[in-house]
Each structure stands twice: as structure tokens, then as C-alpha cells.
């Protein structure tokens, strides 16, 4: 009895150590028919038609030429995304002695369904219904303006992804305080953010 007993207690262990090795295995009934795991969403993604990404930006696009905006075009804007900001600025430049950066466009409330930005976008309120900024004033884009003098400066564009709107209204008198109350009014809102960066000195 004790030797039958010893067999039965046997088998029901081998029985359970396989079925559980069959489990980590994906091999159960219940396992094989599970649906595999979703792949994460791609990265947002900007580009432009203007320059590549960490190239020297055209003359034409800055200071020492027309001034005319670059364009752009993103790609992969999380689902819930309902509206973009994007912002250009000088990370050499150094503003009134602080850590504030030159500002060269800041647009706001860029539509959802928005996916691109033509070269020249003309001054005032895009027809969309976004709001533009630069340091040059209300309404403009600041084409880089570097000294030949110096070494190149990077320009770096950001695009956020967020989940509202911002209703913030644009100060006439004062573009950086614009900048400030957008950076700040976005805080808690980014879904994600795509970076380009472009270079740029005067011709010498």
C-alpha cells in the first residue's frame, strides 16, 4: 500500500511540474489562442523640405536672406493629440544676461489635423486659426540671424503633441512673455514631441 501510495504521490508531482512548464511555454489551451502584445506607437517625427536635420539652414530661410519660415511636415501625432505648439529657438543666444534663449517662432494651437507648414507662412494669424510669435514681433517668424564673426549656432525646432488647446492670448508688446505663458500653459499636456535642429552663421 505504501508503495502504490508513493507512486500515485509521484505521478501527481510530475503531472504538475509538466503542466506548468507547458504554461510558461505558451503551450496551454488556454495560452496558444492569446492575441500577441500590441507594439509600441511609433515616434512622433518632423522634417523639412528646407534643409536635413543638423544641416546648415539656407540663406533664404534666415536673417541674411528672405526670412521666409522652413517648411515642415510631421508624422506619427499620438490619437489623442488636439492640438501642436512649436517652437524655434537660438540655444547660443543668451537674452538680457539670463539663461533665455532667442525666440524665432513660437505657433500655437496648431490644429490636429494639421500635419505640415509651408515654406513662407505669411504674418498675422495662420488660416487655421494658430497663433505665430517671434522676437521680431507679434505675428512673425525671425529668420537666424548668427554673426560670421562666430561659430555656427543651433537652431532646434520642437513640436509638442498636446491634449487640449491653449488659450492663451498673444502680448503685442512683449513676444518672450507670450513664450512664457505658452511653455508654461502646456505644462501637463504633452502627449509627444518630435525635435529638428538646423545651423546657421552669416556668410562671411
Do not use: C
Not at 1 to 17: E, G, P, Q, S
Not at 124 to 146: E, I, M, N
Request: glycine share 10%; charged share 15%.
Amino acid at each position: 500500500m505504501r508503495v502504490a501510495a508513493t507512486t500515485i504521490v509521484a505521478a501527481v508531482i510530475l503531472t504538475a511540474v509538466a503542466a506548468a512548464q507547458q504554461a510558461a511555454a505558451g503551450g496551454g489551451q488556454r495560452g496558444a489562442g492569446a492575441a500577441p502584445a500590441a507594439p509600441p506607437a511609433p515616434a512622433m517625427r518632423l522634417t523639412s523640405a528646407s534643409f536635413g536635420d543638423s544641416a546648415i539652414i539656407p540663406v533664404l530661410n534666415t536673417a541674411a536672406g528672405m526670412s521666409l519660415s522652413p517648411q515642415l511636415t510631421w508624422a506619427n501625432a499620438p490619437a489623442a493629440t488636439q492640438s501642436f505648439v512649436l517652437h524655434m529657438h537660438d540655444m547660443e543666444g543668451a537674452r538680457n544676461k539670463t539663461t533665455e534663449d532667442q525666440l524665432h517662432w513660437l505657433v500655437w494651437n496648431i490644429p490636429a489635423t494639421t500635419t505640415t507648414l509651408p515654406q513662407g507662412v505669411p504674418m498675422g494669424d495662420l488660416k487655421d486659426g494658430s497663433h505665430q510669435t517671434s522676437a521680431s514681433g507679434d505675428g512673425t517668424y525671425r529668420g537666424p540671424g548668427a554673426p560670421a564673426t562666430g561659430t555656427y549656432h543651433h537652431y532646434v525646432i520642437e513640436l509638442f503633441a498636446l491634449d487640449t488647446k491653449i488659450d492663451i492670448p498673444a502680448n503685442k508688446m512683449d513676444p518672450f512673455d507670450t513664450r512664457a505663458k505658452v511653455l508654461a500653459a502646456i505644462q501637463g499636456h504633452v502627449l509627444g514631441k518630435a525635435v529638428y535642429l538646423g545651423m546657421f552663421k552669416r556668410p562671411s
